[in-house]
């Protein structure tokens, strides 16, 4: 049961690093425009670079 | 913006979009005159929808000199422009040169930033109790399965320890709302939330500290990323709306003309004064009340009574806020501005009539009117109970906190808005905009329809009823003659020579006689296209508005024209007619133009000649008779009625007076989407009526087990979770 020490903090770690990356993603206005989003994968603008 | 502003327009975020776009033409016009001052510009972009259109507008824009950057928002329809020291007059033309449709919208105008900022606290709100609550049902799962003693009590402490700050931080828009109900007296849907969050933690932790059997943890948690998830649906569907409304308002920007000694200079309309000489352009509305003193020219007064067919207007001539000059330049003394104005007499009758339909209560609020002291009162009861027969405080609050989790509204929570999201969602694309979040349960309610005519059934524009009267010799001439003038039945006359596949002639010495019509000359003939009496002609019983034409020799020929039907009049009505409601039909204009009309659509009640006044009037008798009426209409002359009725809905190019009284906007020409609507409002609330139904029957299973004692966090957890994906899994079935 030991494991368990180790197990719980890691997981807890894990979940904790998702909840970061969605509020990164959060501020990083990533949620303004889903439509837009959606359609603009579909574009082959800026497929050889990035978009400068 | 100061960020003090923009926390004020936070806390205002109402749930009526028409309150917050109606000072905001105020303020623009306060605003006139401001061009972009190094501040970003904002274009509407009505006609985009994928990705091409993305890149064509990003493309053409970056192109342009002088733009650092140009970002599409396709959710919004709009490009937010990065050009320093542009304005958005040079810009909109790039855009209209590759074919898309484009607005100036006033970045001031548009609170977009604020409305965010809740949206995205509120997502911020959603993911951290989803997180914590994976982690505790993790924990959970293991309690469950049989965990005993100090392990079960370290699970409990951890749990504990991810669960109260997520109650203290996710719960907050629950606790600030049942705050402010207490406050107030009352019971909203959110005391019995909070309670529930409140006892639920408490008493878990006090069953840890005793290394319990039972904590709700888990539950407090899910009840708190559940409610969320509504709140946010709730949210998402009036900031959509309260945008739309926005932009519908920035679209226009209430300028006059004031002349001076210096030439003319562009005021706001809330800032001319009584004297004051204002220059209306042809194709203007006219922006104040006011006497005509110099220039000729045409007036439509379709917007204000109703009427088809364009006045003459010369010197001495009253006008009226809200017409339209037709033909030539004129100028206007002022004779009453500000409140005195026909448009501020008009709003003050819409401001009595929206006091006389009062507050609606919404179908959740009479739930949970219902329902909150009800959950109360059984959770009382079992405290009660459990305390006298076992005398045991601590088992009994374990089983009043058990009734309240099991029967907080989390499933009612998300009943309303899940079907309101979806519902709406679907009119959106289809082109029909509510503005109000309650006006879906009133469109549901509704027993008669009324239409207005003008602009509303028919697109307020003329036709020409038939070519045949001008000789094939003749019509190139009578194209060369029409196409010089922007009067509208010149306009209607060149789109149907146009259509016969004409060519236009060469004339001389073409040009246009404001109030008249339009002259020019062919082989020394002198041509004419206008008003019979300029002719010499006679124009007879005014049953269909005309224009005639003179080839210089023989007598005029007499053009017809009517009115056009709006496209999807003719299935609208009908489907309306079908579904066993009655339609009425109220216009300001004449009698038999009125009855063509009714005749041809099969409406069988129809008033012609009504005037403002009457048309509320019909409506509030229709009230007081119990009835349940949907307006339909444009005009000033039917704003007051757009208020007074149960529901209302006009279109796109009606006045923004009407727009602004009116619950929903249709924003294409076509008309089927209102028979649509009414279809779907009574298809949303029947789901809305299900899923209380599906949340009811949970409840009437589930709460005797809690009452009885009975009741495991296990239990608590997979009731919750069932009935809300249950209820939004029926209301997503809406979409299709």
Not at chain 2, 148 to 168: C, K, N, Q, Y
Not at chain 2, 425 to 446: H, N, P, Y
Not at chain 2, 457 to 464: I, K
């Amino acid at each position: 049961m030991e494991i368990l020490g180790l197990l719980i903090p890691v997981s807890l770690g894990l979940g904790g690093l998702g909840l970061l990356a969605f509020i990164w993603s959060l501020r990083g206005r990533q949620y303004e425009d889903p439509k837009g989003d959606a359609q603009r994968i579909l574009s082959s603008e800026w497929d050889d670079h990035p978009k400068p | 913006m100061s960020d003090a502003a923009l926390q004020d327009r936070d806390a205002r975020l109402s749930a009526c979009p028409a309150c917050d776009a109606a000072p905001l033409a105020q303020r623009i016009a306060a605003a006139a005159g401001g061009k972009g001052e190094g501040g970003d510009i904002v274009l509407s972009l009505p006609t985009i929808h994928c990705a091409v259109c993305i890149t064509d507008v990003e493309r053409a824009l970056n192109r342009h000199p002088g733009v650092r950057d140009a970002r599409v928002n396709l959710t919004l329809r709009r490009v937010t422009v990065d050009a320093p020291g542009m304005s958005a007059a040079e810009l909109i033309p790039v855009v209209e040169g590759i074919g898309y449709e484009a607005h100036e919208l006033d970045p001031a105008a548009l609170s977009a930033s604020a409305a965010d900022r809740q949206g995205r606290d509120i997502l911020m709100r959603i993911g951290v109790a989803g997180f914590a609550m994976m982690n505790i049902m993790i924990l959970s799962v293991a309690v469950w399965s049989g965990a005993e003693d100090a392990t079960r009590d370290m699970f409990h402490w951890i749990s504990g320890a991810i669960a109260l700050p997520t109650v203290a931080f996710a719960g907050q828009p629950f606790f600030a709302s049942a705050w402010r109900a207490l406050r107030h007296g009352r019971l909203g849907m959110d005391v019995p939330i909070s309670l529930a969050l409140i006892l639920a933690s408490a008493i878990s932790v006090y069953e840890t500290m005793q290394s319990g059997h039972h904590a709700y943890f888990d539950a407090a948690v899910m009840l708190c990323f559940f409610l969320l998830i509504g709140r946010y649906l709730d949210y998402r569907t009036r900031a959509v709306a309260r945008s739309a409304a926005e932009e519908l308002t920035a679209l226009e920007v209430p300028r006059a003309f004031r002349v001076t000694a210096a030439g003319d200079e562009p005021v706001p309309v809330a800032e001319l004064s009584i004297g004051d000489l204002i220059r209306i352009r042809p194709g203007a509305r006219i922006p104040a009340d006011g006497e005509i003193v110099e220039g000729s020219s045409e007036i439509d007064r379709s917007l204000l009574t109703g009427e088809s067919i364009p006045v003459v207007a010369a010197p001495g001539m009253a006008l009226s806020a809200g017409e339209t000059n037709l033909t030539g330049p004129l100028v206007m003394r002022v004779t009453a501005a500000g409140a005195d104005s026909s448009l501020a007499r008009l709003t003050a009758l819409v401001a009595a009539a929206e006091s006389a339909r009062g507050h609606y209560t919404g179908l959740a609020d009479r739930a949970s009117r219902l329902y909150s002291p009800l959950v109360h009162i059984l959770a009382l009861c079992s405290f009660l109970g459990w305390y006298f027969a076992t005398r045991d405080a601590r088992l009994a609050v374990n089983v009043a906190a058990a009734v309240l989790i099991i029967t907080c509204p989390c499933a009612l929570g998300l009943a309303v808005p899940a079907v309101v999201t979806a519902a709406s969602g679907r009119l959106f694309g289809r082109g029909l905009l509510i503005k109000d979040g309650t006006a879906l349960e009133r469109l549901a309610e509704v027993d008669a329809v009324v239409f207005d005519k003008t602009g509303t059934l028919t697109m307020g524009v003329p036709q020409l009823v038939s070519l045949d009267p001008v000789p094939v010799a003749a019509r190139p001439l009578a194209l060369a003659l029409a196409q010089g003038s922007s009067h509208p039945l010149s306009q209607a006359l060149t789109q149907a020579l146009r259509d016969a596949g004409t060519e236009a002639a060469a004339l001389a010495d073409l040009r246009e006689v404001p109030g008249h019509g339009i002259s020019g000359t062919w082989q020394g003939h002198e041509l004419r296209l206008g008003r019979a009496g300029w002719l010499g002609a006679d124009h007879g019983e005014a049953r269909l508005s005309a224009s005639w034409l003179s080839l210089g020799q023989g007598a005029p020929i007499r053009l017809e024209f009517s009115d056009r039907l709006r496209p999807g009049a003719e299935t609208c009505v009908a489907r309306i007619l079908a579904s066993g409601r009655p339609v009425m039909l109220l216009s300001g204009d004449a009698a038999p133009v009125v009855r063509d009309l009714a005749q041809r659509l099969g409406i069988a009640e129809w008033h012609a000649g009504v005037t403002p006044v009457e048309k509320a009037e019909t409506l509030r008798r229709l009230r007081q008779q119990g009835r349940h009426a949907l307006m339909v209409g444009d005009g000033l002359n039917d704003t007051a009625a757009l208020a007074e009725a149960h529901v209302s809905i006009s279109p796109a190019s009606a006045l923004d007076a009407a727009r602004t009284a009116s619950d929903m906007v249709l924003m294409g020409s076509d008309l089927a989407p209102v028979a649509e609507a009414l279809a779907l409002a009574r298809q949303a609330r029947a789901r809305i009526k299900e899923n209380f139904a599906i949340s009811l029957i949970y409840n009437i299973v589930a709460v005797p087990v809690a009452i009885a004692g009975f009741a495991t966090p296990l239990m608590a957890a997979l009731a919750m979770s069932l009935s809300s994906v249950s209820v939004t899994l029926n209301a997503l079935r809406l979409r299709r």
